[in-house]
């Protein structure tokens, strides 16, 4: 499930600005980062099933592993974790609800904290 139009698809953000963001708001690094991608993700551990949230970027400028990069957000996204196989992201994923809604209200809550930065 991708978050189209969330916002968060504009910013362009120093590296160090956006650690501080999402882990303020509950997201960490996750392990699929190199030297100019880095994803942030955000776990949902339910009755259902894990689910992850997850905020992508590239660095536009810099370098992610010399911690001076220039990130390019991309649109937020949402997949389903499968043991053993991973997270699956596919159009027939079903994502309970709630999960959604909490999702919705953290992108929110996320994309305001990057537009006072721009602001400040």
Partial sequence: MV????GIEKVVIP?????E????????LGGSWDYERMTFDYKYE?????YYLRFPGYA???DVGANNATLQLMDPYMGKHYYPTGIEYGSDEVFPE????HA????????????????A
């Avoid at 339910?46 to 894990?50: A, C, K, N, Q, V």
Wanted: glycine share 8%.
């Fill in 46 to 50: 339910i009755p259902e099933g894990i």
């Fill in 15 to 19: 590296q160090g600005s956006l650690q």
């Fill in 104 to 119: 919705i209200n953290k992108i929110r809550t996320i994309s305001t904290e990057f537009t006072a930065l721009a602001e």
């Fill in 21 to 28: 963001v999402m882990n303020h708001n509950g997201c960490v």
């Fill in 3 to 6: 978050f189209e139009n969330s």
């Fill in 98 to 101: 709630r999960i959604v809604e």
């Fill in 60 to 62: 536009i400028d810099g």
